[in-house]
């Protein structure tokens, strides 16, 4: 497997599979990589005609186990391991595949990976990273769900890793980083945010440590990389989401609001096109699971084609850049010089590691 | 005092006095109340008189003593008793006044607040809440950040504070009260956030339990009232903030990316302009202390007279309906049916609460 290659959940997101084909045909068109496209063949052999996927960029291998949206992460452990979902999440384990990239479920892509992957060694629990739109550009903020409470440990390896992605991804030598918070002083927050800190204001890593923002820092762009808990995250993640829609509703409302107002908009049309694909999630597509021994994007379940091709390129930028050995290495010598006993200890946490993820597999969001 | 009075710390707020005597104006020729204004005299004497408030709406009494923007919420406690602010609380304390307003220090008012005016028997934390503007008109969000960590008793009683306020308030019989979660079944969420949920479904109160709701709820406006803890709502709060600017910041950019834009921006003006007043914190400001034994009001700092006067007009409109009672008669409801040895303890209870309301002044947010 010397090109790269992608294994594709072809049956997960709304407008699946058709919208994943599309997506395909976008990526070749847009790179060389390789396709392994799991589910329904009957489906999807008139799809990748009808798009025009080259036939020496992709395999169609069939299964009829689908993960549905409805299914609870603890039932795609049990039965979803032969779907779309699991089989390609399988081929990035045996090597078949670089990385693996959902629009499906994301608490099932979530407790599949990490019953199938296994956490990387040093990482107690894994995060879902995205980037955000913001003032200068874009934030990556993590976790967003994948872990409801988080110890400061967890809080410092998703500093780590968001690190580490910023710098292959958004070419940052050098990224900032911070902890979300109710205060920027010292003295704000509960125990696990106060410590994290503590242990990243001194740490020997390729990042600096800008201490707290509050929830206005993501859309001011006031770090490269937000670190916060699962629940948290996802509350900031998603309120984001409806803050943007009420006020785009609400915009589109004072433009239909007269007759003068709607050629108002006409006349500005161009830029009010330049803000909307600034805040479009398709540009920014791909929910990053980060800390399992593999890559697994999962791109938004109502991702457009676009979105899905986003979502895509992200995974394989991280791929062809090596993240993962790049966050091994960090927590190497992050490890190293904070707790010098723990390299004794490395080569049992796999399997302490392994026993943790069955017992939270039925949990993730 | 039979007239409703207003207690007013004049020195707080990014524009005080000047803005705080500007909104006390407002507010005489918006209603009856007279007004206890606390701060120095020789700044004060001459701002009544170039914003024409009426002489017999006032009473100054002058303190050299402020609670600045950066005294931590302990410094206040421990100096901050005779200042404009502690004064403002302590006229509330002493019936000399129904409600206190400031818009100065969150952490500081909040510490004072608890020391001096003690817990509402049956409330084991205050809350902070405010309104929050959505597609439906507005919600209230609480606790935004009086408590950073919470039990689900906590949460029920913010519930239980919150739904009293939207029936004064918002003027709704029976409000929708949901909780803040990452996902919307049963199995979501943390601990406490689950067992809140338990005891919210069934119990005997004058409001409909909606279940959970997700950080985009919060701009649909999915309930009256969204309960969550001091960290997961004050960061849903900055994060809205943060959100609102950067697409109005960007929608300025679009306005001024050309010549033709800008005259559309002119033509849409009067939709937008609404649309601004719909977003305008100063239509919504108020962040109301919610389970203390008197009304204290926190406008925002960077308020207009406006927004200050918006925040006096709330203050006023609780304890007009004696909000506190209402709250008091419902957890005597819902503490009967739930616990039923719960009354022979109440006597107990405020010591005890005191106790703990002492050791957590230094470190209100």
Known sequence: MSRLTVALDAMGGDDAPEMVIEGVSLACSQGDAFFRIFGDKAQLAPLVAQYDVPDDRYTIIHTDNVVTAEDKPSQAVRRGRESSMGLAIQAVKDGDAHVAVSAGNTGALMALSKIMLRMMPGIDRPAIAT??????????????????????????????????????????ECPTVGLL?????????????????KILKDAPLPMKFSGFT????????????????GFTGNVALKTTEGTARLITTLLGDAFRSSWLARIGYALASGGIKRLRNHLDPNNHNGGMF????????????????KGLASAIGVALNMAQNDLNSLIMEDLKNFGGNQVSDDDAQSAGDADRNNNKEQAAAGSGT
Chains 1, 2 share one sequence.
Do not use: W
């Open 131 to 172: 980037p955000l739109p913001t003032m200068r550009g874009e934030s990556l903020l993590l976790d967003l769900g994948a872990n409801v409470e988080c110890s400061a440990e967890n809080l410092v390896q998703f500093a780590i890793m968001g690190a580490a992605y910023a710098r292959v991804v958004f070419g940052i």
């Open 181 to 197: 918070n109710v205060g920027v002083e010292d003295l704000k927050g509960h125990e696990a945010v106060k410590e994290a800190a």
């Open 214 to 229: 509050e929830g206005d820092g993501i859309g001011r762009g006031a770090m490269d990389v937000i670190v916060t808990d």
């Open 290 to 305: 980060l800390g399992l021994n593999g890559i697994v994007v999962k791109s938004h379940g109502g991702a457009t084609a």
